[in-house]
């Protein structure tokens, strides 16, 4: 008769070798059976910075992987599971994960993901394309402001500026342009050419974007007509600029509106450091409120500037649609990003003034 020490081993033992065949024949499945075998094509995407556990859980859900677990330790014993792209990829059901692995790994994604912020100007965006791989930053410009192009677009506009809808795209690349670089003189001729379609196709998404999303805040459901538009996107860029606040955006443009009624000067900051362009040190100072040369100075020009100023939210150009209906005339900045004060009068708003300039001397 056989120890009991010794048949609680045989026992363990024969536990530990049924474990290991099972989970060896789990691994062997998952490795060399694929979910399908009928395969079809799966567009699958990866978000920047996405975690490996939460795309192996995806991977199984979209029915590409039989097991999100054993995916994870494939990636970790092959070291790949910090090397995962971004981007939208082509995959299959009928693909073993090592070949899906490989792809998100190695392989290149059909459409790559980028987020186009609220508030760039048009040459940021240009300059955003083009650090992403999409297009060069020249061609790009070259093209929102083609006559042909704007007007093939319905922009009443010398540029696409505020038309070029801030959103997260996923977009093509153009293969020979991973990594744009400035144009030199030993540059062809016939690499122009598919450049410009790719940057015409990119600035169409994001314009056509601009008038699908705008759609449902037109009175009435009517795009309006072209002076009314350029008011309402020039004044709505202008709103995106001076508060990052939803709630206040109706009353800044309310404020707005109320000096336009007045034939006030406008007096807005954002304008006239549009107008100075991409030479803007960040700083802006008294002889640039005082330049006559900058059409965008609206402390020097009446009206509203020429034309919009950057790129803004849905919520900037509903409040330039329907502006807040109030008495206020000015507004200035409260400390630490609490919003702004609004006030009535010449005399409140520089009492307002002075509280913000003494609230910026106090030690933190």
């Not at 402001?145 to 809808?165: Q, R």
């Not at 670089?181 to 598919?194: A, G, I, R, Y």
């Not at 443009?253 to 960040?282: C, W």
């Not at 020009?301 to 803004?312: D, N, V």
Request: proline content about 6%.
């Amino acid at each position: 008769m056989k120890h009991p020490v010794l048949r609680v081993c045989s026992l363990l033992f024969l536990i530990l070798l049924y474990a290991a065949g099972y989970l060896g024949l789990r691994a062997w499945t998952f490795l060399h059976e694929a979910p399908e075998a009928d395969g079809r094509e799966v567009f699958f995407d990866v978000l920047p910075g996405a975690r490996l556990g939460n795309v192996a859980r995806q991977l199984f859900e979209a029915g590409l992987i039989t097991d999100e677990k054993a995916f994870v330790w494939l990636a970790r014993l092959n070291q790949e599971h910090n090397q995962l792209k971004a981007g939208r990829f082509a995959l299959n059901t009928g693909w073993l994960p090592e070949t899906v692995l490989a792809t998100l790994v190695h392989g290149k994604p059909v459409l790559y993901r980028i987020t186009v912020p609220e508030g760039l100007t048009l040459w940021q965006t240009a300059k955003l394309l083009e650090t992403q791989g999409f297009v060069r930053a020249e061609i790009f410009l070259n093209v929102v402001t083609d006559p042909t192009f704007l007007t093939n677009c319905g922009i009443p506009l010398p540029s696409a500026e505020g038309f070029l809808m801030p959103d997260t795209y996923l977009l093509k690349k153009d293969e020979a342009q991973d990594n744009p670089k400035p144009k030199t003189s030993e540059t062809t001729e016939p690499s122009v050419s598919p450049e410009r379609k790719q940057a015409t196709n990119i600035a169409r998404r994001l314009v056509d974007n601009f008038w699908s999303r705008a759609e449902s805040l037109w009175p009435g459901n009517k795009r309006p007509q072209a002076d009314q538009l350029k008011r309402w996107v020039i004044l709505a860029s202008i709103v995106e600029k001076e508060t990052s606040l939803e709630e206040e955006r109706a009353r800044v443009a309310g404020v707005y509106a109320n000096r336009l009624a007045k034939n006030m000067l406008l007096q807005a900051d954002p304008t006239v450091i549009y107008g100075l362009g991409q030479k803007f040190s960040g700083r802006l100072l008294y002889r640039h409120l005082e330049d006559l040369k900058n059409p965008y100075n609206t402390y020097q020009h009446a009206g509203l500037p020429p034309g919009p100023i950057c790129s803004f939210g849905m919520s900037a150009l509903k409040a330039a649609i329907s502006p807040e209906a109030h008495n206020f005339l000015y507004f200035v900045a409260q400390s630490e990003g609490k919003g702004h004060v609004f006030s009535r009068t010449l005399e409140e708003h520089n009492k307002a003034v002075q509280k913000y300039r003494q609230s910026k001397k106090k030690p933190n």
